[in-house]
C-alpha cells in the first residue's frame, strides 16, 4: 500500500486577478520509505502541493477537487481538529528559510519540545530533555548548551538542523522538505543533505522533497517529478530522468544546469517565462516556449502517458 | 519543575536582565522609588495632609515645599497625593488593557468579518474624544476615583485593540506561525506563544504612554470635581488649585509638575528597557 496517494489534485488561489491554478490535476504516489522530489521553476505550484499535503494551504487558496490519501485517510475532507493531530506527528515539514521558521522568543529546546507535548502529552521537563537528545541526533554539537539558546544566536546550518530535529520530534513516516538547502551557503547545504540521507535511513522516513536545484533532488530522491503551471509533466525513477530526459522542458533544465562532469561551454536557459497561471495558454502549457513545438500543440494540452517503465510523460513527441 | 519554581525562575531571570540594562535598571528605580514613598507615606510625610498652617508659606526649612492657599503643608500633600494618582493610572491601564488588547488579538487573529465589526465598534470609542468620554462615563457612574478610573479606562480600550491589531496581523504572516501550524499546535498555543509575544513591543511601549496620560486624565477629571473630592490630595488636583497662584507662589505648581514628569519619566524608561529585555533579539548576552 502506498503512503501517501494524491489523486487529480486541484488547488485554485481565488484572487483578484481571477482564479489562479496553482496546482491542476496532479496525481503522485509515494511508497512507505522511499523519497520523491518536484522539481520546477518558482510560481509552477511546487510549493502549493507541499502546503495542501498538510492541509496548510494558505488563503484565498482552496482545494477544489481530487483526494489526498495519507495512511489510507483522506486530508481533503478532514476537520481542522483530525488535521492537528497528523500534523507535527504523522507527517511533518522542513521549511526554507530556518531563521524565519523559528520563534525568535522561544529557545530552541522549548520550539522542539512544542510537537513532543502537543501529540505525546509528554510532561514539560520530559520534553526538554528528549529535544537536547533529539539536537545530538541531528549532530549539533554542545546540544545542552545550544539548547538554551535562541534562534539568531545558532549559525544557518544549525537554525536548520533545529528546524529538521523538530520535524523528527515525533518520528512521523512522511516528512515534507520546501527547499531545504536553498537558504544556506553550499558547503552547509551539502551537510544538511548529508544530514537528512542518515535521518531518512535512521527513521525509515518518506520524503517529499520540493527543490528548483536538481542536484539536491538527485541526491535524495528515488523518483523525480518534474512540474511545470500547475501539472505534471514528467515522471519518473531519478537515474532514468537523468540519463534520458523525455519532456522537452525536462532536457531544458538539465542544459541549464551545472555538472562537474560534463564540460559544455556555455550553460543553455530555458527561454521565456512561465506562464501566467491566471490565464494559461490553450494547448500544451510548455508550447510557447518549447523548441520542438509543432501545430497540434498550440491545440491540445496533452495528457500524462507512460512512456518507460514507471516513467510517465506529458507531451505529444516524447522521444 | 513545579509550576511555582519555574515562575520563581522566570521572576529571577527577569530580575537579573533588568539589572544589566541600564535604562530599565533607572526606571526601575526611579518607579520603585515612587512606590515606596506612596507606600510609606504614613511615615515619612511631615504633617497631616488636610491640617491647616499659615498660608502660602514659600519652601522653608518648616515647610520643604511650602504651604498651599488653604495653610496645608504641600510636602504633604504631594506624598498622599501620589497615592490616588497612581492608583487611577494603574487601575485604568489595566482595565484598558484587559479588555483592549484581547480584543486587538482576537481582530488581527481570526480577521474578516470578525475583525470589522470589533473594529467599527472600537472607531466608535475612538471617534469621541478620550477624556470628554471619561467625564460622561463618571457622570454616569457617580464622582470619585475608582469610578474615574473606570472611566479613563473604558476610553483608552480603543488605543490598546488598535495597538495590538496592526502587529498581531502582522506576525501571523510570518513563516514561524506556519511551521507552528504544521507541527499541529493549536490555535490557543499559537496565539499565546507565538503571535503574542512578538507582537508585544507596541503593546508595552503603549502602556508606558498611557500610564503617563491616565495621570494627566486623573488630573482633568479631579478639576472638574468628577475625582478625587477635596480635601483628598492628588497631583493632578494641586496643580490645577496652584494654576490660580502661578505668579505669586510659583512652588505650588513645580512640585506636583516635578512629580507627575518624574513619574512618566520613570515609567517610559522602564517601559522601553522591558521591551528591550523581553526581546532575546535586542538582549545582550549576559
Not at chain 1, 530535529?165 to 536553498?182: G, Q, R, Y
Amino acid at each position: 500500500m502506498s503512503l501517501l496517494e494524491i489523486a487529480d489534485l486541484k488547488v485554485y488561489y481565488f484572487g483578484r486577478e481571477g482564479i489562479v491554478r496553482a496546482v491542476d490535476g496532479v496525481s503522485l504516489e509515494l511508497k512507505p520509505g522511499s523519497s520523491l522530489g518536484v522539481l520546477g521553476e518558482s510560481g509552477c505550484g511546487k510549493s502549493t502541493l507541499g502546503l495542501s499535503i498538510l492541509g496548510l494551504v494558505p488563503d484565498p487558496g482552496k482545494i477544489v477537487d481530487g483526494k489526498i490519501l495519507f495512511e489510507g485517510n483522506d486530508i481533503v475532507g478532514m476537520s481542522g481538529e483530525e488535521l492537528r493531530s497528523i500534523r507535527g506527528s504523522r507527517m511533518s515539514m522542513v521549511f526554507q528559510q530556518p531563521m524565519t521558521s523559528l520563534n525568535p522568543v522561544l529557545t530552541v529546546q522549548d520550539q522542539i519540545a512544542e510537537a513532543l507535548i502537543a501529540h505525546k502529552d509528554m510532561p514539560k521537563a520530559e520534553a526538554l530533555q528528549h529535544a537536547v537528545e533529539l539536537m545530538k541526533t541531528v549532530g549539533i554539537p554542545d546540544a545542552g548548551d545550544k539548547a538554551r539558546q535562541y534562534p539568531h544566536q545558532l549559525s544557518g546550518g544549525m537554525q536548520q538542523r533545529v528546524v529538521i530535529a523538530m520535524a523528527l520530534a515525533c518520528n512521523p513516516s512522511i516528512v515534507i522538505a520546501d527547499e531545504p538547502t536553498s537558504a544556506l551557503d553550499v558547503t552547509v547545504q551539502a551537510q544538511i543533505l548529508g544530514l537528512m540521507k542518515t535521518m531518512r535511513k535512521e527513521y525509515n522516513l518518506s520524503l517529499f522533497l520540493i527543490s528548483h536545484n536538481l542536484g539536491v533532488l538527485v541526491e535524495l530522491s528515488d523518483e523525480i517529478a518534474v512540474m511545470y503551471a500547475g501539472q505534471i509533466v514528467e515522471i519518473g525513477p531519478t537515474h532514468l530522468m537523468l540519463k534520458q530526459p523525455a519532456h522537452p522542458y525536462t532536457s531544458a533544465l538539465m542544459r541549464s544546469t551545472i555538472t562537474l562532469s560534463s564540460v559544455r561551454g556555455r550553460l543553455s536557459p530555458v527561454e521565456g517565462m512561465p506562464p501566467n497561471l491566471a490565464c494559461l495558454p490553450e494547448g500544451c502549457r510548455f508550447y510557447p516556449r518549447c523548441s520542438d513545438a509543432r501545430p497540434l500543440c498550440s491545440q491540445n494540452n496533452p495528457a500524462l502517458e507512460i512512456f518507460g517503465e514507471r516513467h510517465w510523460v506529458r507531451c505529444f513527441h516524447a522521444h | 519543575m513545579t509550576v511555582l519554581g519555574f515562575l520563581r525562575d522566570r521572576a529571577s531571570q527577569s530580575i537579573r536582565l533588568i539589572g544589566h540594562n541600564k535604562v530599565a535598571l533607572t526606571g526601575t528605580i526611579i518607579i520603585v522609588g515612587i512606590l515606596l514613598m506612596i507606600l510609606l507615606a504614613d511615615v515619612i510625610a511631615p504633617y497631616d495632609p488636610e491640617k491647616q498652617f499659615t498660608r502660602l508659606v514659600p519652601p522653608c526649612s518648616e515647610y520643604l515645599l511650602g504651604t498651599d492657599r488653604l495653610g496645608r503643608d504641600v510636602t504633604s500633600r504631594l506624598i498622599y497625593g501620589g497615592r490616588a494618582s497612581l492608583m487611577v493610572a494603574v487601575v485604568s491601564v489595566t482595565i484598558a488593557m484587559a479588555v483592549g488588547v484581547p480584543i486587538g488579538l482576537i481582530s488581527g487573529y481570526f480577521g474578516k468579518t470578525l475583525d470589522n465589526v470589533l473594529m467599527r465598534i472600537m472607531d466608535v470609542i475612538f471617534s469621541l474624544p478620550a477624556l470628554l468620554l471619561a467625564i460622561t462615563i463618571v457622570a454616569i457612574l457617580g464622582p470619585g476615583l475608582l469610578n474615574a478610573a473606570v472611566a479613563v479606562g473604558v476610553s483608552y480600550v480603543p488605543r490598546f485593540a488598535r495597538i495590538t491589531r496592526g502587529p498581531v496581523m502582522s506576525v501571523k504572516e510570518r513563516p514561524y506561525v506556519e511551521a507552528a501550524r504544521a507541527i499541529g499546535a493549536s490555535s490557543r498555543r499559537i496565539v499565546f506563544k507565538y503571535v503574542l509575544p512578538n507582537a508585544s513591543s507596541p503593546i508595552i511601549i503603549q502602556t508606558t504612554l498611557a500610564l503617563s496620560s491616565a495621570i494627566l486624565a486623573e488630573a482633568a477629571i479631579s478639576y472638574l470635581g468628577l475625582g478625587v473630592q477635596p480635601p483628598t490630595p492628588s497631583w493632578g488636583s494641586m496643580l490645577n488649585e496652584a494654576k490660580l497662584y502661578l505668579f505669586i507662589a510659583p512652588w505650588l505648581s513645580i512640585s506636583p509638575g516635578i512629580a507627575i514628569v518624574f513619574t512618566v519619566l520613570g515609567l517610559n524608561l522602564l517601559g522601553d528597557g522591558l521591551r528591550d529585555v523581553f526581546d532575546p533579539r535586542l538582549r545582550r548576552r549576559l
